[in-house]
C-alpha cells in the first residue's frame, strides 16, 4: 500500500467507535459519523467452508461470501485470508428502536446506554425467502415469548408436507422448534423476530417472511427491547455514509423477490451521489471508484468522495481517492 499522510492515517483509524461489545457501539454526537465498527481478517483451513466461518463469526453468509470473491465457499484454499465485515454503514431510517434493512440482511437497534448515551447494536438475520418476502412496513414489538411453542400455519404444514415432511399443529419448545429460545411479536400478525436452532442459514434468504437470528444475539436483543419498539423494515441495496469529511459508499446485491432480481443499485446510486453533490458542489467524488463498487457490491463501506476543507484535503483526494489503485481495498483494513 502507498504510504499514507496524516489525513490517510486519520481516514484507516476513524471505522471504529467507542465499542460496547462486539456488536454494540456509542454513537457520539461530537463524531461526524454514519459508520460503525470494524473490518478484521482470519485464515480458512481447507476442512472449512465459509458457512462455519460466519457461524463462528457471527457473521452473516451473504456478507462473507459478497465480501470475499475470490474464496471459494465450499472448497477454499488452505490458508486463505478471509475479511470479516463488521464495518458498516447505518441505514438512511430513522435513528429508533429497530431498524431492518433487508437488502444488507442485518438489524440495527437504536437505545441508550447507563450512561444516557446514545448507541446501537448490529446483527445479521435471515429473511423472507423469494417467494416469501419480508415486509417492507413501520410496525411496533406487540410481543415477548421465552421459549416459544410454534404453532405452523396451515400453508407452511401443507407445504412440508408436500416434500413428505408432515408436521404437528404444535411443535413444543425445546431442541427441534426452529423458533429457538427467545421470540419478539410485531404488530403485522404472523411475522416475528427470533431464534432459530440452526447456526448455518443466517445471512440468506430461507424464511416465510421472518426475521431470524443468531441464538446468542437474539437472547440479547430480546433482553433490550421491550414492548412497544418501533420497528422500520426497510430495502436498501446501497447506502452512503460520512465520516467526518470523508465520504463512503456500501452496495449489496439486490434481492431476489418473486423469482425476479431488484432493479439494480447503479441507477439509484448516481442520483443520490449527484443530488448530494448538488446541495454541495465542494465534494469531490471518484466516479470511476462508485461504477466499480456499485459492480463488485462486496456489501463493504468503501471510500469515494470527500468534501476538502484545505489544500492538504485536497491533496489526499488526488492521492488516495481519485486513483483507481489496484490494491484499492486495503483502506478497509
Not at 221 to 237: A, G, K
Request: aromatic share 10%; net charge negative.
Amino acid at each position: 500500500m502507498n504510504t499514507f499522510s496524516a489525513s490517510g492515517l486519520l481516514l484507516l483509524t476513524l471505522f471504529s467507535l467507542p465499542c460496547l461489545a462486539q456488536n454494540q457501539f456509542v454513537l457520539s454526537p461530537e463524531t461526524n459519523t454514519d459508520l460503525v465498527g470494524s473490518n478484521s481478517r482470519t485464515y480458512i483451513s481447507r476442512e472449512e467452508t465459509l458457512i462455519d466461518v460466519a457461524a463462528r463469526y457471527r457473521v452473516g453468509y451473504n456478507m462473507i461470501r459478497s465480501a470475499n470473491p475470490g474464496i471459494d465457499p465450499w472448497l477454499p484454499d488452505d490458508g486463505s485470508k478471509v475479511l470479516l465485515p463488521f464495518n458498516v454503514i447505518l441505514p438512511d431510517a430513522p435513528r429508533a428502536g429497530m431498524v431492518i434493512n433487508t437488502a444488507e440482511m442485518r438489524l440495527f437497534f437504536y437505545s441508550k446506554d447507563e450512561q444516557g448515551k446514545e448507541t446501537v447494536a448490529v446483527y445479521p438475520i435471515s429473511v423472507g425467502r423469494r417467494d416469501w418476502a419480508t415486509p417492507l412496513t413501520e410496525t411496533r414489538v406487540t410481543l415477548r415469548v421465552e421459549h416459544p411453542p410454534w404453532y405452523p400455519p396451515e400453508s407452511i404444514r401443507e407445504e412440508h408436507a408436500s416434500r413428505g415432511d408432515f408436521l404437528p399443529r404444535i411443535v413444543p419448545a425445546g431442541p427441534d422448534n426452529p423458533l429457538g429460545d427467545y421470540l419478539l411479536g410485531l404488530a403485522i400478525p404472523s411475522y416475528f423476530i427470533h431464534g432459530t436452532n440452526k447456526r448455518f442459514g443466517i445471512g440468506m434468504q430461507v424464511t416465510h417472511g421472518c426475521i431470524r437470528m443468531y441464538p446468542e444475539h437474539i437472547e440479547e436483543l430480546y433482553n433490550l427491547v421491550p414492548i412497544n419498539t418501533p420497528v422500520t423494515i426497510v430495502n436498501q441495496p446501497y447506502k452512503i455514509g460520512w465520516q467526518g469529511k470523508m465520504l463512503f459508499l456500501e452496495v449489496h446485491q439486490p434481492l431476489e423477490l418473486d423469482g425476479v432480481v431488484q432493479e439494480g443499485n447503479r441507477s439509484g446510486v448516481i442520483k443520490k451521489l449527484t443530488s448530494m453533490q448538488q446541495a454541495l458542489p465542494e465534494i469531490l467524488i471518484n466516479w470511476g471508484r462508485v461504477d466499480m463498487i456499485v459492480a463488485q457490491a462486496t456489501g463493504i463501506p468503501v471510500l469515494v468522495g470527500i468534501e476538502p476543507h484545505s489544500l492538504t484535503d485536497f491533496e489526499f483526494y488526488q492521492n488516495h481517492i481519485q486513483p483507481d489503485h489496484s490494491d484499492w481495498l486495503d483502506i478497509i483494513e
